[in-house]
């Protein structure tokens, strides 16, 4: 059988998934070449695939995962053995023979997927045996975007782990993130010792996440709206983000007492306080948590359909990263913002307080011009992570209600040509200078007065001039170099631009308004509380509804979170198809052999019963 063919076969007999998506055999492929690789992947968007299935086809060797998540180790493990796959996790939560006895099986040839923490891999690896180390097939490196500095989510225990290529240097390194900008990336490849990696890029774009910002509402209306928007999504999970601890538990009693089902979630709580409410949320017993940024990463749920900012996150990576704990299945989802000033003065005292005062600074600049554009969303997100996006989504509450709009090609051909006259050389400020033809003392000294381009905006005022770069910027015509003193690069996008092969539409310049009392900007329109978009269209709801029940019980015998029996997306393909014998069943998206022969029955019994009631 042919490599392809086996690895389809896998896929299909353990996943119960008939092809793979986007990027994801060709890393593969990559991987059984004996290649290094860095994949870039959105949350949902199939990373657990590219280093499970390179392990599973590996004939007597085993797949090293690095994760710094112990919730998410055992999440994926649960789910892995549900599917009849052999993996076992090594780390601090297990007793030491529980330990030894994983080590046994690796020894045996047991196991084919060994999830790990990177303290505890560093520690136990001059330990093993020859006979383990050489059947070390892959090493893959989760959330790899901890090891580098520039990253959002710096661990320093992740900068050991490049002694791993020296020691190993003919096993595979994979490391894989969702979140990672240019410069994130080359340190990725730096720290870990591997400078040829190859670069995977999928989009990031998920298109099922409804995006929308509501801004200047505090208080009162900010609890009024959330209810409202809770209430559209009657009966689903979503996760509430606030800033401090005590934000969490006054909103989610302010919640308990409309008749909503929340629980707090912090960093104060107690260990088990916390594992109970991660618990009953994964279970469905709970359906909104009110959270600290501490929650999310470490669970692997599913059917979260919506998330809810209820203060503007420090940076892009978090904030992206927090809305894609939403419609991981792949159905529609939303995401909400509520954005003020306060939030901006808070998150600058934060980032004062943090080791790296400058770079928070500059994220946190980034994720308030998010907050405040009148530019599609989702081209801001997708250029934030240098990816190509040249038309509005009409996903989100801009493209809901765009502003004004006019040809800016002339005038972004004008700023492209200053840039590059510098030799891309110049930061925004300076840019502007050269553009109203501004004689100061470094333009001069630079002989920037000299330039063609010098003066040929001097019709624009400064505010405008820097209103329509930063538009460029959120569009991915231009680009910063943070690592070179903020300096502007001309993208390809703006290439095309510059010479003529595309145009570009800018939004009209408004001098923006601040409300003398509040300090809040002034918003003309505010977007509506957005409704999760419509289900597949022939589904049949109550039955789904049944269905829901079903995988509910099922999972509270077998111990299971629900979505772990079947995601939400199985159900409504279930709901839609309403397969009633085991060869339809087994047709059914996410249905692998060994959940085919132990859920097939109580499933289609389900669907046989409301047919008949339905006739």
């Known amino acids: 059988m042919k490599r392809e063919e086996y690895a389809l076969a896998l896929l299909r007999s353990c996943y119960g998934y008939d092809s793979f998506r986007g990027l994801q055999w060709d890393v593969i492929e990559h991987t059984l070449d004996g290649g290094d690789s860095i994949v870039l992947m959105p949350t949902g968007g199939g990373k657990s695939l590219c280093f499970q299935i390179p392990g599973l086809m590996s004939q007597d060797g085993f797949a090293i995962v690095i994760s710094p998540l112990l919730a998410l180790m055992n999440d994926q493990i649960d789910a892995l053995q549900q599917n009849g796959i052999p993996a076992l996790a090594l780390n601090s939560e297990k007793s030491e023979s529980e330990n030894r006895q994983t080590v046994d099986l690796l020894m045996q040839g047991k196991v084919k997927l060994l999830y790990i923490s990177p303290e505890k891999l560093l520690s136990e690896i001059s330990r093993w045996s020859p006979s383990i180390t050489h ?3 892959l090493i893959a490196v989760d959330e790899a975007h ?6 959002h989510d710096f661990r320093p225990e992740y900068t050991q782990l490049g002694t791993l290529k020296q020691r190993f240097p ?10 990672a900008d240019r410069i994130t990336r080359d340190d990725i490849a730096t720290q870990l010792h591997i400078p040829r ?4 890029i999928s989009s990031f774009d998920r298109p099922n996440i409804s995006l929308n910002v509501v801004q200047g509402v505090t208080g009162r209306q900010k609890l009024r709206n959330i209810v409202q928007f809770i209430n559209l999504h009657q009966g689903e999970s979503g996760i509430i983000y606030c800033l401090r601890r005590i934000d969490t538990e006054k909103m989610a009693a302010n919640l308990t007492r409309m008749g909503i089902s929340a629980r707090a979630f912090h960093a104060g709580m107690s260990v088990s306080e916390k594992l109970q409410v991660q618990r009953d949320f994964i279970n469905d017993d709970v359906k909104v948590v009110c959270a600290t940024i501490a929650f999310g990463m470490g669970i692997d749920k599913s059917n979260v359909r919506y998330v809810i900012h209820s203060n503007m996150p420090r940076n892009i990576e978090s904030y992206y990263q927090e809305i894609g704990r939403a419609g991981r299945d792949g159905l529609p989802a939303d995401a909400l913002m509520f954005y003020s000033y306060g939030d901006v003065v808070t998150l600058q005292q934060f980032a004062r307080q943090s080791g790296q005062v400058q770079v928070n600074m500059d994220k946190l600049r980034q994720m308030q011009q998010f907050a405040e554009s009148g530019v599609c969303r989702r081209r801001i997100l997708l250029s934030y992570f240098n990816e190509r996006f040249d038309h509005d989504c009409h996903n989100c509450d801009v493209c809901a209600n765009p502003p004004e709009r006019f040809d800016g090609t002339r005038y972004a051909q004008m700023a ?5 006259r510098t030799a891309e050389q110049a930061g925004m400020y300076t840019v502007t200078d050269i553009l109203r033809g501004w004689r100061k003392a470094d333009i001069v000294e630079k002989g920037y007065d000299r330039l063609k381009t010098f003066g040929v905006g001097h019709d624009l005022s400064n505010a405008e001039w820097n209103a329509y770069l930063l538009q460029m910027l959120q569009m991915g015509l231009i680009e910063v170099a943070y690592d070179e003193n903020n300096h502007l ?7 095309e631009v510059l010479y003529g092969r595309a145009t570009i539409a800018l939004n009209r310049f408004e001098r923006r308004r601040f409300d003398s009392k509040t300090r809040q900007p002034s918003a003309a329109v505010q977007p509506a509380i957005p409704s999760q978009a419509s289900p597949a269209k022939q589904m049949d709801k109550a039955l789904f509804e049944k269905l829901r029940d079903v995988r509910k019980a099922l999972a509270t015998a077998s111990h299971l979170a629900p979505y772990m029996v ?18 339809e069943f087994s047709l059914i998206h996410g249905v692998g052999d060994q959940k085919c022969q132990k859920y097939w029955r109580p499933f289609t019994a389900a669907i046989r019963e409301h047919l008949d009631r339905n006739k």
């Open 135 to 137: 059947r070390i097939c």
């Open 170 to 179: 003919h096993v595979p390194v994979m490391a894989l993130t969702a979140t």
């Open 197 to 200: 990696a190859r670069l995977f």
């Open 489 to 495: 690069k001309v993208t390809e996008y703006g290439n």
């Open 416 to 420: 492209l040509s200053a840039i590059k």
């Open 146 to 151: 901890c090891i580098s500095q520039w990253g």
């Open 566 to 583: 079947f995601s939400d997306k199985s159900l409504t393909e279930m709901a839609t198809a309403k397969p009633t014998t085991q060869p």
